[in-house]
């Protein structure tokens, strides 16, 4: 369709000269000096081109997108749940919206105030001592936690603890986070029942042991119940235990990670705490800790001091803090997002998310596992992986499966990850979806299973009905085409 | 309504019903929710949750307001405070594109055939920072500015094999904090030194710029970049994008890498973010570059498309041997700037910057007419400059705040009574000369 | 910079640039624009126009912030005013969807295969008045309140055959008003009579009655409704949306015609308008329904869509024997009302009634005990009542105002020292009670 | 595809005993008797679906639309132009948006203001003594204007001047005007050129004429060179001269409606002054009249005073006005993105728009007269009314031409109107659009015109890639399907 593919011309190809965009004022100040010419550049190559074809543009592009407010979107350990839009009203509030980082403290005081109540909430639902809401998303609070594990030993003059422990399920994140902070990285297999095999894990507990980061529930979507052992060996070998919590979604007022033993560990706002993804950002990924921590939490924090007083809420550096993670406080727009989340869910709110979130995921498991193999037959948390071995077999891989889901009018499930399944399909329903939607999706799900026998290539050449078919991943990174330029 | 506290809590978000979930959970041959959860251990299950009670939205945005309400902001001062955050324009159109559920609330194109729009915006966004850079390749964005910087850094020592990073004393203050924290901990070493004829060390994996410096003075980058080549090092550079409307881009001047903020175009300053941290190179780089990159191919018809490119470099695949940890970064800002770069287009941002020039050049003349008051730095500045006060800095604010007046950022802890005034577009002569006039007051 | 004024002026609203009309023009074989206005005849052509020149967007924003800001408004200031125009809760869902350019940007859906989303909305819409109405059938809405009544008195006329309009002294005196200017020129006969126990003439075509009444009060549907049959005239009840959360609705009285102010019901107030006026009526007067109806069919394949029907009633069919002359209404305004409704949903918008009830009545009863103060009107009242004041009401306001009170509407001209107060859901105990306090300081 | 089915599932059919939308506060204040159980309703019919729900279902609703910020809209006499996206952010200001119309004049000053100056524009623009913005539509705006025409010959004892006239290529909503007015309307033939039938008038200038309306530029888009002759006829038999300013988007600039003898007309603030229609409103349709009936205007204007003050501007009747004809003051929101839009363009920008708009209606007019008959062969203004006639001929009707542009992702003109052009397609392309949008409207009109010859079926059958087919009118008006009800 025409629609479609004009929209294709991108912005530099639309330009016309002449064209403007948007109209600015006249200088309002006598006209000053300006530098000699070697400083200034000719012309900037950016594109011409008026209000009405931007917002055509861009409003055409959107509606190629699949997304949470137009479909359901079960991407496995993404927590793609539904973002209420009063969080977004509240994030554009000019008070907040319209507030400089480096004003004074005395001026930004509400701002102050919400950081702290939440500070508190997330210590509170995680069961750990304190909170700083500096690191900008989950990878970079994992990297804060690990360099906390880190300046922990070195202080105590454990400093050549350099090993870290990393099951083999881990997202890639938990290893790339702890080599950034300079660690040699140990990978823990996983056994048949999908928990941490016990007997790896102590063969690893040896003096240069730093810790071990785990994901919990684990990006199986599986709860090990063998965890506060786990914790407790690598306490007892001198390791700390770093958990990633991007799976909270499943645990939300059912367990504190804190009770379970773990030292430190960041939430991802923007899958527990419904902030919009944003097709790939911004997130939040504060990080908690114990006691034994907390000095270490990177800077700022902030602290309310005892007085009443203009000056009620400071911002503060924690004592032995990693330092600091950006320019900034952290990503302020999305932590009003999360507060605004949990004001208005509520501590009974937060526990019906988990309640939902994980019987929505095992009623998938068990409408589908006749259909699809499902290689840990347990309860499952809060996503459900199967695997597409048996549709494998007939010729259809996983991936295959997956982009004709889209086709139904699914988003696809996250595809061979865990890494240690094959053709993994890791589903995660939410628990903002409807057993409507579900019933929907498990329906189509065994279609495409039916599809698989009957008419293989259908799957194979899906997406059928997208504005484009499968597209060529080889070509792209063989030869890199990244940005537009001008044709001589 | 007398019964309301009895009833259970039903959320508006959650749609299944207590109905619905008997039904799910029969479907599961279970009892109770409470089953599903049996992996926790017993003496953890169900703690007390001291969070409070659920809250109308009515009530709530009641609460968000105040809250709001108490901080001083730009709709209702005039501002003179830069240092990295910028009060820029942002047209009325970026808002509600950016709000479209569509780019709102989807995920990071994994799924290429069914996030066609967010990949093209990256790729209009790669464009653009390259163009705007003067460079061969860019990354579809970074967590912020000071992050990226700090990822350049690493990205010269991978690039080098080298481990020393080399920082000039006039980059901002917090982003060589940042770099430290990034850098130290691996073992690598973080020098900084006088941005007069600096002098790397041999071995130096790289030398940080920032351009224009954090006291709004533009560095030699010439001169800089002889420094650097001297001991092959890689001359980073990190920018304001607003300057690129008018300054001679890195790229021009021969730097390896170029990062910046990418929030003065188009990014609301919100407290300090979600921002967007610009990074560009070299193509001979590509492959060590950190973050996401988005690459045009062709689907099996032969239809132009776009994808997430290049991921080996990246952490869901090449996991402990990955460029970077970053995954979730800020593509929804870079939206916004792709958007606002867009409609700011060629003649717009040349005009912001040359608007912003204007404006801060006639507000330091005004300034630097009232008795008392002095420029410490020499050299030519965009829209930021050094005034030293005949009083405390914060104390000068405290004055300014009575006239509406949010001022500069009191740097007095590096510089003796001095403080960083920025002045932009949005600055009206008006406001700049209500500023004078407060200053005047405590003229010598 | 400097050549600013001189360059033609550019609009960023307009893609063609001169160079573009050049080759436009030369193929329409001309040399200037003007030769295409030549039928206006030359002495009128191109006119000076004493309009301000244009205008940026920044500094517009300042013009407007700085307008917005003269006024007082709900969101800084408690409010107790109502008479047709009510401060409700409106979730924060509906801004965001009927502003989807989708929505925003489109006409009305003549196309129906590129319009199905606008029409669907329409079904929705007329399903939720029938429902809120107690009614048969509805049209997708009229311009605002006081019009539609109008046009029900009207289409009572047409209906019947007859010439007068009896209209109860308890309809809003402005309704009466528009009533009025829309039947009086063409010759039909307007009578205003007592609410209690009303006699109509002989050859009445309809009687029109406010649900609840001007003053806040419950008509009497079930004696009005008697009192129309018995002369075989139409029972017209105007309602008030959120009312229909708790009290029977006219439709169960056996109301011919009713119309209603969808305002209430997620829509802003603003100054007056956009609104969206309601129309619902029996199934056996649809062919004499003015405005617009959308109805359910089938494709080519069978498949479900929407179309507008009954088109033959309208103007652009039937032209000067249409049922009314309303062409574009209140789309976007009917959308924002079913997406609150169905927000608010079955339980929510009797909980809106409730505590708005609730809340009213408590405010009656603490201002009843402030000496001075009475109620000069007995009878059930739902959210809005009449005080009787010891002080003009206008000082008694104006006293409000000092501390953040926008008092309720004065009626002294049709009351003596008479205010009518309106409390919702939107008003907290503590405006309330602040509200009361401030009243005593008038007690005598 | 199962997202748009699924669609079509309607809220009372989404509908699920117990779940809320929205969550509402407790009740802080003491409870209160309720009123007798004989004025309460058992339960309100309303749907119960949740925030995540609403939300997907009108975002996916609102996907099946085509509108101006996705497809070229070349919509006959409907002016659908860029809206722009500053015009909304203004009237959603809380100043604006969260004011009360019965608030004294003293609280909302900035308002009345806003009026008072918009106010002054249209008369301006229009070369007019006074406006009133109280009308809500054009259609409206016609009413009052016909009242007024009405209420001045009454007061001078000239109250049977009966009869209004009417060209026969008038917008429905001229006749039905002056018909609910109690005006008898008469039709007026279109000559061969497109202009009035001058011989016809002068016969129906007869002593019981009351005046005319005229639409300029008419409905064909073409300015009646004669105008100022037929408003001297008409004054000259005693009667006065309404001007349907509908399509004013022509001439913004270009001439002053007063200065060619118009005594009184509306403006469509919604087509001309580029706020958006919403699907089908809100608009506004301002009345703007000479002095002889500037006293007859609705009610309310605004009125500045002389003095300052704390009420310089005030809210007044004209002083033989014809009434109120909605219960507050105008559709204020309208009028703040009129107002903005004005404000934006300026005196320069609103000459630019009437430049391209007639530019770019006559760049297709040249481009197209060779494939489809064009009835009128001489320069046309913001519109172009051309005739599917001779694709007729071949079995292709002007409305399947229409529709198959559907598929070719631009809207389809106006159809059918004016009625006195057989199978009328009446284009609009507006100022907004690109002359590269008008080459590919044009390219896809040409393709069509080759299909009907080629393969007739193909546009027959159209529209083929929307979200429905061809929808059966005939049986919706024959079985009318109004509203969801409950199957028994
Ligand atoms: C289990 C797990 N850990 C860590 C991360 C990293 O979080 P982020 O993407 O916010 O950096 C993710 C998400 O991608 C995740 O799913
Ligand atoms: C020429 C003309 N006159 C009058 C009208 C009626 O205006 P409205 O739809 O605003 O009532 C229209 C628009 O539909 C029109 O095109």
Known sequence: MNTVDNNRKLLMEQSVPGRVGTVLPDLDVPEQPLPGQELLRDEVDLPEITEPEIVRYFTNLSRMNFSIDTHFYPLGSCTMKYNPKINDEAAFLPGFAAIH?????????????????????????????????????????????????QKYHRDRGDGDRLKMLVPDSAHGTNPASAAMAGFRVVSIP?????????????????????????????????????????????????????????????????????????????????KTFSTPHGGGGPGAGPVCAQPNLQPYLAAPVVEKRAEEGPERFVLSTPEKTIGKVSASHGNFGVLVRAYTYIRTLGDAGLKLVSENAVLNANYILAKLKDKYLLPFDRPCMHEVVLSANWQKAKGVRGLETAKRLLDY????????????????LLIEPTETESKETLDEFIEAMRAIDQEATENPELVQNAPHTLPVRRLNEAQAARRPDLRWERKE | MSDNGSVPFQSHYMPNTPAQRAVMLEALGLDSIDQLFEDIPSEHRSPSLNIPPPTSELELRAELEAMAGANRHTGAHASFLGAGVYNHFIPSMVKPLITRGEFL???????????????????????????????????????????????????????????????????????????????????????????????????????????????????????????????????????????????????????????????AIGVPMSFGGPFIGLFATRKKYLRQMPGRIVGRTVDSEGKTGYVLTLQTREQHIRRERATSNICTSQALLALASAICAAALGKQGLRRVAELSYHKAHYAASLIGRVAGYSFPIRGTFFKEFVVKCPASPSVINERLLESGIIGGLDISHVMPDCMLLCVTEMNTRGQIEALAGALSEFSR
């Open chain 1, 101 to 149: 980082p480096q004003q004074p403290v005395g001026q930004v005081q509400g701002a102050l105030e919400l950081m702290h109540h939440l500070q508190n909430y997330l210590a509170e639902i995680t069961g750990m001592a304190a909170t700083s809401l500096a690191s900008l998303a989950g990878a970079q609070g994992e990297l804060c936690g690990i360099l906390m594990i």
């Open chain 1, 190 to 270: 996983t056994d048949e029942n999908g928990n941490c095999d016990l007997e790896a894990l102590k063969k690893e507990a040896t003096p240069d042991l730093a810790g071990m980061m785990i994901t919990l529930p684990s990006t199986l979507g599986l709860f090990d119940p063998t965890i506060v052992e786990v914790n407790r060996l690598i306490h007892e070998a001198g390791g700390l235990v770093y958990a990633d919590g991007a799976n909270m979604n499943a645990l939300l007022g059912r367990v504190k990670m804190g009770d379970l033993g773990f030292d430190v560990m960041h939430l991802n706002l923007h």
């Open chain 1, 409 to 424: 009018g699914f988003h696809a499930p996250t595809m061979y990850f865990p890494l240690t399944v094959d053709e993994a």
């Open chain 2, 105 to 263: 609330t989807s995920y990071t194109p994994y799924q290429a055939e069914a996030s066609q729009g967010t990949l093209q915006v990256a790729y209009e966004f790669q464009t653009m920072v390259c163009s705007l850079m003067g460079m061969e390749v860019a990354n579809d964005g970074m967590y912020e500015g000071a992050s990226s910087l700090a990822e350049a850094a690493l990205m010269a020592c991978r690039v080098t094999g080298r481990e020393e990073i080399c920082v000039l004393n006039t980059v901002s203050p917090t982003y060589r904090e940042v770099v430290e924290t990034y850098a130290l901990p691996q073992g690598l070493k973080v020098t900084t030194m006088d941005a007069v004829r600096p002098r790397l060390p041999e071995g130096a994996a790289c030398l940080l710029t920032q351009y224009p410096n954090f006291y709004g003075y533009m560095e030699d980058l010439e001169a800089h970049k002889v420094a650097a080549q001297e001991r092959d090092a890689l001359l980073v550079v990190s920018t304001d994008p607003v300057a690129m409307g008018m300054f001679r881009p890195p790229g021009e001047f021969g730097a390896d890498v170029v990062t910046g903020e990418g929030q």
